[in-house]
């Protein structure tokens, strides 16, 4: 930083070279053109240096995935097993579990977890009073910045065995009922983040001319057929977009707020791939079949992601690259 | 204008009063009272837990141990033990560095990364880093392999586990890339002319400029850093160093007694709910505390410029 005043002497030289004709600043060559830009790259060097160690080296650390990993052989000594780790997981009766779980929450989450800020974000459209829509958005977005520790502690004092309603009702427990459990994990992800899912929606509402809803009126439309015409018409890219992403991480199902609940309801309930991968790789020390689970996941997630989109963008919708 | 309304004049009113449009006339009677009923049910399905909890935190030990509704009695036995003991102070503190050093050191990295990669057309090799970037907000290598390389780099049972892996968030960048892209060019080419360096430039008019996204941002990120629980858990195995979220799951939800939570020899300990709830409001306070300023800022359309853009 110090030598940032020798930047000086550098701009005669770009005044010459861009005053007789902007066409010949094209015929610079690269390394001219890398040499004037050095200081912009003491800015990109940090970040992309951050983004090659802590998220494409790890990459790398993936083929553990086709060891007989043990962290104290590590990468080189581990003995290289093929497919072997992702054959075990087809035999694995707790990947089946984890694997049924998790689809079932995302199925249960699409249902009712994603239309959710839709119908929020037109009810609170509808609303005449700025102020009260104002109040009811501070108010609905606020649990999206709690932590999935407190929102289960905060939901265990109240649902919980010795909470708040099992105080009126004696005998109440609904955190460890594994019966209902997967509903509950989608009303919790619904109460925490569906305020936060309508900002979206409020930013394609606000997107809509407002002289088509008034052409509408002077036709005869109600509020009622305007909503039903023209705001919702209005979402269906947005939604698309979304579901598109949603699909892409249909076997992600609320990590944190799964291991945090498991131990109440029981790895039957409870387990889910992420889950799985964690207490067999981290916890009970099977490397090679927690990586593989993960890689297969991970995988799975990216096809989706690229199938759906290619999908929303045969039917004439846009997608997201 | 009629002095008498009638329903449908009052009606008008209200829209007039709420500055809408003529065409756009308030809903019958019976819709507004469905949709009143609706609002206030959801308001109180959000704010009422979290009141509750904060309510019982100060609870008397009777009525705490009785369990009541809302309690009528207070006392501050609870936050006087928790202090005494130790542990969640220095559960408090942990964070309180997380936040405080991670938020700052997040904020410098993301607005260079996005400061240089907001020129793309004229900086050569800048476009693909732009991608590689943009790629990891659609994948991620897995849990195991990022334990492993926090293992390698010897990072384990450090606070800056906690910091470094998250240190620039993709989307953030994006978001810091957009505002800046959108500053007023003449302003930056003017300097550029006038001989200012890249540094200068930055440092001078952008970030001066940039005030507004980078509150949010940083706000943003010091909500992360203070919520971190599955990174502690992954990465931090000494209590020491567990950050109050981790501190909050152990004496919460996992039910552990928290050690030396003792008042004064001879009065009976605060009843193991209060505890727990004050352990809540107290992992929970300091977003109390920025949420109002994270609001604000929403209401500025930073946000939602950024996703349409």
Same mark, same amino acid.
């Given at each position: 930083?110090?030598?940032?005043?020798?930047?000086?002497?550098?701009?005669?030289?770009?005044?010459?070279?861009?005053?007789?004709?902007?066409?010949?600043?094209?015929?610079?060559s690269?390394?001219?053109?890398?040499?004037?830009?050095?200081?912009?790259?003491?800015?990109?060097?940090?970040?992309?240096?951050?983004?090659?160690?802590?998220?494409?080296?790890?990459?790398?650390?993936?083929?553990?995935?086709?060891?007989?990993?043990?962290?104290?052989?590590?990468?080189?000594?581990?003995?290289w097993?093929g497919?072997q780790?992702?054959?075990?997981?087809?035999?694995?009766?707790?990947?089946?579990?984890?694997?049924?779980?998790t689809?079932?929450?995302?199925?249960l989450?699409?249902?009712?977890?994603?239309?959710?800020?839709?119908?929020?974000?037109?009810?609170?459209?509808?609303?005449?009073?700025?102020?009260?829509?104002?109040?009811?958005?501070?108010?609905?977005?606020?649990?999206?910045?709690?932590?999935?520790?407190?929102?289960?502690?905060?939901?265990?004092?109240?649902?919980?065995?010795?909470?708040?309603?099992?105080?009126?009702?004696?005998?109440?427990?609904?955190?460890?009922?594994?019966?209902?459990?997967?509903?509950?994990?989608?009303?919790?992800?619904?109460?925490?983040?569906?305020?936060?899912g309508?900002?979206?929606?409020?930013?394609?509402?606000?997107?809509i001319?407002?002289?088509?809803?008034?052409?509408?009126?002077?036709?005869?439309?109600?509020?009622?057929?305007?909503?039903?015409?023209?705001?919702?018409?209005?979402?269906?890219p947005?939604?698309?977009?979304?579901?598109?992403?949603?699909?892409?991480?249909?076997?992600?199902?609320?990590?944190?707020?799964?291991?945090?609940?498991?131990?109440?309801?029981?790895?039957?309930?409870?387990?889910?791939?992420?889950?799985?991968?964690?207490?067999?790789?981290v916890?009970?020390?099977e490397?090679?079949?927690?990586?593989?689970?993960?890689?297969?996941?991970?995988?799975?997630?990216?096809?989706?992601?690229?199938?759906?989109?290619?999908?929303?963008?045969?039917?004439?919708?846009?997608?997201?690259? | 204008?009629?002095?008498?309304?009638?329903?449908?004049d009052?009606?008008?009113?209200?829209?007039?009063?709420?500055?809408?449009?003529?065409?756009?006339?308030?809903?019958?009677?019976?819709?507004r009272?469905?949709?009143?009923?609706?609002?206030?049910?959801?308001?109180?399905?959000?704010?009422? @837990?979290?009141?509750?909890?904060?309510?019982?935190?100060?609870?008397?030990?009777?009525?705490?141990?009785?369990?009541?509704?809302?309690?009528?009695?207070?006392?501050?036995?609870?936050?006087?033990?928790?202090?005494?003991?130790?542990?969640?102070?220095?559960?408090?503190?942990?964070?309180?560095?997380?936040?405080?050093?991670?938020?700052?050191?997040?904020?410098?990295?993301?607005?260079?990364?996005?400061?240089?990669?907001?020129?793309?057309?004229?900086?050569?090799g800048?476009?693909?880093?732009l991608?590689?970037?943009?790629?990891?907000?659609?994948?991620?290598?897995?849990?195991?392999?990022?334990?492993?390389?926090?293992?390698?780099?010897g990072?384990?049972?450090?606070?800056? =586990?906690?910091i470094?892996?998250g240190?620039?968030?993709?989307?953030?960048?994006?978001?810091?890339?957009?505002?800046?892209?959108?500053?007023?060019?003449?302003?930056?080419?003017?300097?550029?002319?006038?001989?200012?360096?890249?540094?200068?430039?930055?440092?001078?008019?952008?970030?001066?400029?940039?005030?507004?996204?980078?509150?949010?941002?940083?706000?943003?990120?010091?909500?992360g850093?203070?919520?971190?629980?599955?990174?502690?858990?992954?990465?931090?195995?000494? =209590?020491?160093?567990?950050?109050?979220?981790?501190?909050l799951?152990?004496?919460?939800?996992?039910?552990?007694?928290?050690?030396?939570?003792?008042?004064?020899e001879?009065?009976? @300990?605060?009843?193991?709910?209060?505890l727990?709830? =004050?352990?809540?409001?107290?992992?929970?306070? @300091?977003?109390?505390?920025?949420?109002?300023?994270?609001?604000?800022?929403?209401?500025?359309?930073?946000?939602?410029?950024?996703?349409?853009?």
């Amino acid at each position: 930083m110090s030598t940032q005043t020798e930047a000086g002497p550098r701009v005669p030289a770009q005044r010459d070279a861009g005053a007789p004709a902007p066409i010949k600043q094209r015929k610079v060559s690269l390394r001219k053109r890398i040499w004037r830009e050095r200081w912009a790259y003491t800015f990109i060097v940090p970040g992309a240096l951050f983004f090659l160690v802590f998220a494409y080296v790890p990459m790398a650390g993936n083929v553990v995935a086709f060891q007989d990993f043990s962290a104290f052989r590590g990468f080189a000594g581990s003995p290289w097993v093929g497919f072997q780790n992702f054959e075990a997981i087809f035999y694995d009766p707790e990947v089946l579990t984890a694997l049924r779980n998790t689809l079932i929450i995302a199925f249960l989450q699409l249902i009712f977890a994603f239309p959710a800020p839709i119908a929020l974000a037109l009810l609170l459209d509808s609303l005449m009073s700025l102020r009260v829509k104002r109040w009811v958005q501070t108010v609905v977005y606020l649990p999206h910045f709690l932590s999935w520790v407190i929102v289960i502690s905060v939901w265990q004092q109240v649902l919980g065995g010795g909470g708040l309603i099992s105080n009126l009702v004696g005998g109440f427990d609904l955190m460890s009922n594994a019966d209902t459990f997967k509903l509950l994990v989608v009303a919790q992800g619904v109460w925490k983040d569906v305020g936060w899912g309508t900002i979206i929606f409020f930013a394609a509402i606000a997107g809509i001319p407002s002289d088509r809803y008034e052409a509408a009126a002077i036709d005869g439309a109600g509020a009622w057929q305007r909503m039903r015409h023209i705001t919702l018409p209005g979402l269906i890219p947005v939604a698309t977009l979304l579901l598109i992403l949603n699909l892409g991480s249909i076997l992600t199902v609320g990590f944190e707020q799964l291991l945090l609940q498991q131990p109440m309801v029981g790895a039957d309930a409870a387990q889910v791939l992420d889950t799985f991968v964690y207490f067999r790789g981290v916890l009970g020390g099977e490397w090679g079949i927690a990586t593989a689970a993960g890689l297969l996941k991970g995988i799975i997630g990216t096809v989706l992601v690229l199938a759906a989109n290619k999908f929303a963008k045969r039917l004439g919708g846009e997608g997201i690259f | 204008m009629a002095t008498a309304l009638s329903g449908f004049d009052r009606r008008d009113a209200l829209r007039r009063k709420a500055g809408l449009p003529p065409w756009m006339n308030a809903a019958p009677a019976w819709v507004r009272a469905i949709k009143a009923i609706v609002i206030i049910l959801i308001t109180v399905t959000m704010l009422y @837990p979290l009141v509750y909890v904060i309510a019982m935190s100060f609870a008397s030990p009777a009525q705490a141990r009785a369990g009541v509704f809302f309690p009528t009695e207070y006392s501050l036995d609870a936050y006087r033990a928790i202090f005494n003991g130790g542990t969640v102070t220095q559960g408090l503190q942990n964070s309180l560095w997380v936040t405080v050093v991670g938020t700052t050191l997040s904020l410098v990295f993301t607005s260079m990364l996005a400061w240089g990669l907001s020129r793309t057309k004229e900086v050569p090799g800048s476009k693909a880093i732009l991608i590689m970037v943009l790629a990891t907000m659609f994948f991620s290598a897995g849990i195991i392999p990022n334990f492993l390389l926090i293992k390698t780099v010897g990072l384990l049972d450090s606070l800056w =586990a906690l910091i470094i892996p998250g240190l620039i968030s993709a989307f953030n960048m994006i978001v810091i890339r957009n505002f800046f892209m959108n500053l007023p060019s003449e302003l930056i080419e003017a300097a550029r002319i006038d001989g200012a360096g890249e540094w200068r430039i930055f440092l001078q008019i952008v970030l001066p400029l940039s005030k507004p996204v980078l509150a949010v941002m940083g706000l943003f990120y010091a909500v992360g850093y203070w919520n971190t629980y599955f990174n502690a858990l992954l990465y931090i195995n000494d =209590a020491e160093k567990w950050p109050i979220q981790v501190v909050l799951q152990q004496y919460v939800l996992a039910g552990v007694n928290i050690p030396g939570a003792v008042v004064t020899e001879g009065a009976p @300990p605060p009843p193991g709910v209060t505890l727990q709830m =004050a352990v809540i409001v107290l992992a929970t306070l @300091p977003i109390l505390i920025v949420y109002p300023f994270v609001q604000r800022h929403f209401t500025k359309g930073v946000l939602t410029g950024a996703i349409k853009g």
